[in-house]
């Protein structure tokens, strides 16, 4: 365990079973430091027990990256259930789940991610009180998905600003790949702007209703790499940056809210050397945590939520400014802010 390559000191990693649910979950604590270790439960129908584990340590570690870099009083964890979304749950399921997240005491805050609805965090949160993202109850702020996607349009405004010379939208082509709770409203944010749009969706509906909303054209799936466009943002799942797709991009920029867009660390260093600006995936949708936190608090307040994304500018600006004086990716220097501000900043 403790070699395993997504193993980066891990405060704990706890299994999870019950045997009357089935249910089957990791949750891993990458680190406690600057508070409690939150981020959301993912159910994805892995392969094998293996990857269930990789992909928890991950994302924990992503996680005390991105509230770190939000500079929100939290640490980074997550939870994976082991199931198929569509087919293995139950309200009993999450219920457990919810029992297993209690049983860590607030060491770990749990919220939606990939494949869980509100209505199963509902569940869980009859069995404990470290849930946020809830629609409803003491502090609940619902959906974090708009204030994720405020922060990524302004972090594809600052970069504009950064290669264009200035932030007008008007004339320029952002390439949206996902165009789901996120993409859909930074779709929104740039077409009032006065972006022309080219998107695509897996879900054919979905990327309908955007294009009649905001005047997009729908591209096949795979040829949005391919689009005439300044920016590219990719709002679907992660690693679609691969070594091939960049060599497709037309983009300048690259600048989404989807979780893990490079499919490997050296990823960055392509991007850098093939003059292509990057905003680090988790500086710039760090806006949904915030709110996130700001349920977490017990004192949800929208003031504050604008102050720290307000912050989080400042901070998407230093990552940009540093990497320019020292000739470094982006995601390099985002890496060694965060890992100062996790007190690890001996860890590679
Ligand atoms: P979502 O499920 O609402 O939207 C994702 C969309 O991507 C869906 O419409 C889906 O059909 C589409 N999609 C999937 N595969 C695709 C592909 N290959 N090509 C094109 N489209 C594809 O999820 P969301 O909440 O909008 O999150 C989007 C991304 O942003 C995820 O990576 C998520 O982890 C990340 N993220 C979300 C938040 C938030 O507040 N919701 C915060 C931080 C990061």
């Known amino acids: 365990m403790f070699d395993h390559p997504c193993f980066d000191a891990h405060e704990g990693l706890h299994l999870f079973h019950d045997s009357k649910t089935g249910l089957k979950a990791v949750i891993a604590?990458?680190?406690?430091?600057r508070g409690p270790a939150a981020g959301g439960c993912r159910m994805w129908n892995y392969a094998s027990e293996a990857e269930m584990l990789s992909d928890a340590?991950?994302?924990?570690?992503?996680?005390?990256?991105?509230?770190?870099?939000?500079?929100?009083?939290?640490?980074?964890?997550?939870?994976?259930?082991?199931?198929?979304?569509?087919?293995?749950?139950?309200?009993?399921l999450f219920?457990?789940?919810?029992?297993?997240?209690?049983?860590?005491?607030?060491?770990?805050?749990?919220?939606?991610?990939?494949?869980?609805?509100?209505?199963?965090?509902?569940?869980?949160?009859?069995?404990t009180q470290y849930a946020a993202g809830l629609e409803s109850g003491h502090a609940a702020s619902g959906d974090p998905s708009p204030i994720t996607a405020i922060g990524v349009y302004r972090g594809i405004l600052?970069?504009?600003?950064?290669?264009?010379?200035?932030?007008?939208?008007?004339?320029k082509t952002v390439a949206v790949q996902g165009v789901?709770?996120?993409?859909?409203?930074?779709?929104?944010?740039?077409?009032?702007?006065?972006a022309n749009l080219i998107i695509a969706d897996v879900n054919e509906e979905a990327a309908r209703r955007v294009a009649a909303e905001t005047g997009a054209r729908i591209a096949a799936l795979d040829d949005i790499y391919d689009a005439p466009a300044d920016v590219f943002s990719p709002n679907a799942l992660g690693g679609?940056?691969?070594?091939?797709?960049?060599?497709?991009?037309?983009?300048?920029?690259?600048?989404g809210g989807a979780n893990n867009q490079l499919a490997t660390?050296?990823?960055?260093e392509a991007l850098r050397s093939?003059?292509?600006?990057?905003?680090?995936?988790?500086?710039?949708?760090?806006?949904?945590?915030?709110?996130?936190?700001?349920?977490?608090s017990g004192n949800y307040s929208r003031d504050w939520v604008n102050g720290k994304l307000d912050a989080l500018m400042d901070t998407l600006r230093r990552v940009l400014d540093q990497a320019v004086q020292e000739n470094l990716p982006t995601t390099e220097i985002a890496g060694r802010i965060a890992r100062q501000r996790i007190g690890r900043a001996e860890s590679t």
């Not at 005390?64 to 199931?83: C, E, F, R, T």
């Not at 993409?183 to 009032?192: I, P, S």
């Not at 679609?240 to 600048?255: E, H, V, Y």
Request: aromatic letters at 6%; charged letters at 20%; proline letters at 3%.
């Open 29 to 33: 604590v990458h680190s406690t430091a």
């Open 57 to 92: 340590l991950r994302l924990s570690q992503g996680m005390s990256y991105k509230n770190a870099m939000a500079d929100l009083p939290l640490g980074g964890g997550k939870a994976v259930i082991w199931g198929n979304a569509r087919t293995d749950k139950s309200p009993e």
């Open 95 to 127: 219920r457990a789940f919810g029992r297993a997240v209690e049983s860590l005491q607030g060491i770990y805050w749990t919220a939606e991610d990939v494949g869980l609805t509100p209505q199963d965090l509902a569940y869980a949160a009859e069995e």
């Open 158 to 171: 600052e970069c504009v600003r950064r290669v264009y010379g200035d932030s007008d939208l008007n004339g």
């Open 180 to 194: 789901g709770k996120v993409g859909a409203d930074v779709c929104r944010h740039l077409a009032k702007s006065g």
């Open 240 to 255: 679609s940056i691969t070594s091939q797709t960049l060599k497709r991009l037309q983009a300048k920029i690259i600048a």
């Open 265 to 268: 660390a050296d990823m960055g």
């Open 274 to 296: 093939a003059g292509i600006l990057y905003a680090p995936d988790y500086v710039i949708n760090g806006g949904g945590i915030i709110n996130v936190a700001a349920e977490i």
